[in-house]
């Protein structure tokens, strides 16, 4: 069956009162960019509907693949565009059943009216469309489990009639919400944290941290990927690589294993404010859940977080790991999370991390080296690329 049509449907946009425009008018655009290499398709915007016009040898599956990934999308449907005659709406809702699978045994047909000065309401559309159906073919009507559901809708323009409908990321449309600074370790988490970020309008750049020799260029390479898997949403993703290794053999060095990890992170934190205020990142997100390791305790993001005033987010801060492994394998960066290869974090484990640290005694550990310039020469020395999808 070839549709004429793709009816996206805005969803949460619509509650944006005053500022709804401005989100339809980002989402427009974020649409138009990610088919723009389809010159044939034709586009359409209206306050509460956008419609994907195709044409016969348009790629549906391709569309359907790159609408799924577009953040501020509720659901849409491949669609027939017909007049708002009730014998054309019933002709074309036959036609689509007419191609369906043959194991479909039962239908119901489901009408709304946009338009409240349609001639008919809902309920007369409904028995007119489903007596067509049960006059022509085998399949019998079940309204409360049916195998599918005929939708018409009735709209100021023209009726539109389906039965295919796809879920959508939802969220706010990307860029909508500003942009943010990824800090991304490679493992499971923090790509979950920068997806949902995306999935709020918020766009990305990641920030990595390495410490060759002993991280290896396979664990760089494995964040690519997975920033790869996240560019599907995105894009495009820049992607700033730090070399780590001289502050965090320091940090070793003077604080020891009680407190290395907290004085890592705030040094972290440090570069990341750096980075953020350069590219105008309007906060910094990690992958932090709150208890899960020594460093995401309250008393240490409390600690951590104090060499920064920039707005730290934590998406996943009270979600439970199993449920960060559901989403991780629902966007499809498991399978390169779990790859072996360390990254600075995990690398040194030390074997008696404060839970509890105190202010005071980090910046006496921190009085002990020249942290400034090894931070701003860490910068100077980072690898920056743009990541996309290959």
Do not use: W
């Amino acid at each position: 069956m070839k549709y004429d049509s793709i009816m996206v449907r805005y969803g949460e946009l619509t509650l944006k009162g005053k500022n709804k425009k401005s989100f339809i008018d980002t989402l427009d655009h974020n649409i138009r960019m990610s088919l723009n290499d389809m010159k044939s398709i034709k586009f359409e915007k209206q306050y509460d509907r956008f419609y994907i016009h195709l044409h016969n040898d348009d790629n549906e599956q391709e569309i359907i693949h790159r609408l799924k990934n577009i953040p501020g999308i509720h659901n849409f449907s491949l669609v027939l565009k017909v007049a708002k005659d009730l014998e054309e709406i019933a002709s074309s809702a036959l036609k689509i059943v007419l191609d369906i699978d043959e194991n479909v045994k039962t239908f119901k047909v489901k009408a709304s009216r946009s338009d409240k000065e349609f001639a008919y309401i809902s309920d007369d559309i409904n028995r007119y469309v489903a007596a067509k159906i049960l006059k022509n073919t085998s399949l019998k009507v079940d309204v409360h489990n049916p195998d599918i559901i005929i939708k018409v809708e009735i709209r100021k323009d023209n009726a539109y009639v389906s039965i295919i409908t796809y879920e959508g990321l939802n969220g706010l449309p990307l860029g909508s919400s500003g942009k943010s600074l990824l800090m991304i370790s490679g493992g499971i988490d923090s790509p979950v944290a920068g997806y949902l970020m995306m999935k709020r309008g918020v766009k990305i750049e990641a920030i990595h941290f390495s410490s060759p020799p002993y991280t290896s260029n396979l664990a760089v390479d494995k964040v690519k990927t997975l920033l790869q898997t996240l560019a599907k949403v995105q894009g495009q993703i820049k992607f700033i690589n730090i070399p780590f290794t001289a502050i965090q053999e320091k940090i070793y060095e003077v604080a020891g294993d009680k407190y290395a990890i907290t004085i890592m992170r705030r040094m972290m934190y440090r570069i990341a404010d750096i980075v953020a205020n350069n590219d105008k990142c309007l906060c910094i997100v990690n992958g932090e859940s709150i208890g899960q390791v020594a460093s995401q305790t309250l008393d240490s993001m409390q600690v951590i977080n104090e060499v920064t005033n920039k707005v730290i987010i934590r998406p996943l801060a009270t979600f439970d790991k199993l449920d960060i492994i559901r989403i991780s394998k629902e966007i499809g960066t498991y399978d390169t999370s779990i790859l072996p290869y360390e990254d600075c974090c995990t690398i040194f484990d030390p074997k008696n991390p404060t839970t509890k640290p105190k202010l005071k005694d980090c910046e006496f550990y921190e009085s002990k080296f020249d942290y400034q310039n090894m931070i701003l020469e860490a910068i100077a020395n980072a690898t920056i690329e743009n990541i996309i999808v290959e």
